[in-house]
Structures are given as C-alpha cells and as structure tokens.
C-alpha cells in the first residue's frame, strides 16, 4: 500500500507536482504548471491526460476507462513491453506485455529550468512479472511534461544473455472527429494489415479513416503528423530508437465489443504508436540497453 505522505514528502513538488489516491489501491500524479496539466497513474506509470496551456486535451482518454488494479486503462499512453500484441507462444500471456498492467515506482522528480517536469519511473518486478519474463532486464520510463511531452523508454540488459524485446508507446490521442483527420510521414511504407489477416501492404499517401484501420508499418524511423481538420490543429509525432509505427482505429464494432471505448469513442481518437514491432524487434545484449524516445508536440492551423 502506497503511503501517500510519504510519497508527497519525497517526490512532491509544491504547487506544480502531487501525488494522490484516486481510489484506495490506485495513485496517479497530477502536475499543474504555467505550461500544461497532466495526470500519470502510477499502474504502468501510464499518461491518462495532458493538456498544454491554452489548448484542448492531446491525450484522449476513454469516459470508460476503468482504474482498477491489473486492468488496463482505456486510453492515455500505455506501456506495450516486453512484447507488442499477442505472445509469440503463449496465448495465456497478456496482449502487449505486463508493463502497462503492473504497479511502477517512481525515481526522481524534478522542475526544469524552463518550468517543464520531468519524472522518472521504474517498472516493479516480483515472481508474477518474472513467471511472464524471466530476465533481469529493468525497464525505466522518463517522461517531461511541458508544452510538449517526451516519453523515454530505457530497456536494460543486466543478463548475461542477449534479451529480445518488442514494444510500443500505444498513444491515444484526441481528435475533433476521425473521420476528418489524415496522418502523414507514412507514404511508402510497408505494412502489415491487421483488419486483412496481418497483409503485407505499401501505403499510398496520407492515411485516413472511414473504418477500422490496425497496421503495424515496418521500417520507418521517421515521424508522423496527425492532421486534425475538425480541431484545426496538427500533432507533431517525432521518436527516435523506433523502427515501427502502428496506426489504429477500433471504428464501431471493435469499440462496442471492447465494451469501454465510451458511447462513440471511437470517433474521438487514434492511436499512432512509435515502437519496434513484427520484423523490427530490438535484441538487447548483456550489458547493453536500448532506448525509445517520442515527442509530441501542438501545432495550431490558424
Ligand atoms: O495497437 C493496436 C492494437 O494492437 C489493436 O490490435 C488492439 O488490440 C489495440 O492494440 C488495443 O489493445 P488492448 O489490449 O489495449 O485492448
């Protein structure tokens, strides 16, 4: 059990960074500064919101998500680790991994000098997580909170064997409406259609929705800008140590059998996820680490 007071006196931050329960088992983070709001749940030390200064929310977050421990939160910025999507072999594994799902403690918290936040977070490892991934390879998340958010993901390799991990940064994000957003920087990348039995397609210009859209596009390392007509903004996606974007839109029926997209939730968000997955996974050899870097920034189409 998280003593609240201790965590405050320690990591606190007055006026700008605190810690509290929203329920008896489940504690998030609420920053407030001149340049954004933001909360963070320390269960898969998971962004749910962010909002910059003057703008409307970047993070969408489902009006269903359930904060329960072990249950992942239906929106913000999951964890997927040390996999992405299914176990290669054991379908009684989790989807995506255990990360998002698992409580993290937080290591450092810091005002930058120009008044961002930065904390840092480590995933907590215990018999369940090693049952699932029997490696000493700890996971931090380094997250920097201001007019643009930047989330690092640093897998480490304190084994003495190469480890093979895939992930991603599953972002949603919040759009006037969907059906008038297109997505650039993707143009001729192959990808792996999940809605058409994983296909391995080649994208033709900006991608757009007018159903369900699941691709895992492969060997890009270039970023992505979401273009919001409805809202009239752009979101700029840079990353860095990323060789996969995935793009996804669960679009009406896959919403409804998800049971917690919220009433036509679905029309309110995407998710573009900066990751390495499918043919991209990332070895990490003993000693070694590998780091997942994005940033995500606000453009207003006056
Ligand atoms: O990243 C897209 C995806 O893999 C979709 O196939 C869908 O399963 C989505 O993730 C959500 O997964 P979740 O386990 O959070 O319901």
């Known amino acids: 059990m998280i003593d609240i007071n201790e965590i405050n006196s320690r990591f606190g931050l007055p006026a700008k960074l605190a810690f509290k329960s929203i329920r008896e088992d489940m504690t998030v983070a609420d920053i407030s500064t001149g340049l954004c709001t933001a909360r963070i749940a320390l269960q898969g030390a998971q962004v749910v919101d962010w909002i910059p200064a003057g703008e409307k929310a970047v993070i969408w977050l489902s009006e269903d998500a359930k904060f329960r421990p072990g249950k992942s939160i239906r929106g913000g910025v999951p964890i997927c680790w040390p996999w992405f999507g299914a176990h290669d072999s054991r379908k009684d594994f989790p989807a995506h991994g255990h990360a998002r799902t698992v409580p993290w403690n937080i290591l450092s918290s810091e005002v930058l000098a120009d008044d961002r936040i930065r904390l840092g977070f480590c995933l907590q490892t215990n018999e369940a997580t090693h049952a699932l991934w029997p490696y000493n390879s700890p996971l931090e998340l380094h997250i920097t909170l201001g007019s643009t958010l930047e989330l690092e993901l ?106 917690d997209m919220g009433k036509d939730g679905y029309l309110d968000m995407l998710c573009v996820e900066s990751g390495n997955a499918a043919e991209n996974v990332v070895i990490v050899e003993p000693g070694g680490e590998h780091r997942l870097w994005v940033e995500y920034r606000i453009e207003n189409r006056v």
């Open 154 to 259: 640093i897998t480490r390799n304190h084994d003495n064997q190469p480890i093979t991990i895939s992930e991603a940064l599953h972002t949603y994000f919040a759009v006037g409406d969907v059906r008038q957003v297109s997505v650039t920087g993707l143009d001729g990348c192959d990808y792996l259609d999940k809605v058409d039995n994983f296909a391995r397609k080649t994208q033709q210009g900006d991608v757009t929705f007018a159903g369900e859209v699941d691709r895992v596009y492969l060997n890009t390392e270039s970023g992505c800008v979401i273009d919001d007509a409805g809202w009239q903004r752009r979101i700029h996606i840079n990353k860095r140590g990323s060789h996969s974007t995935v793009v996804w839109n669960p679009w009406i029926d896959k919403a409804l059998a998800m049971g």
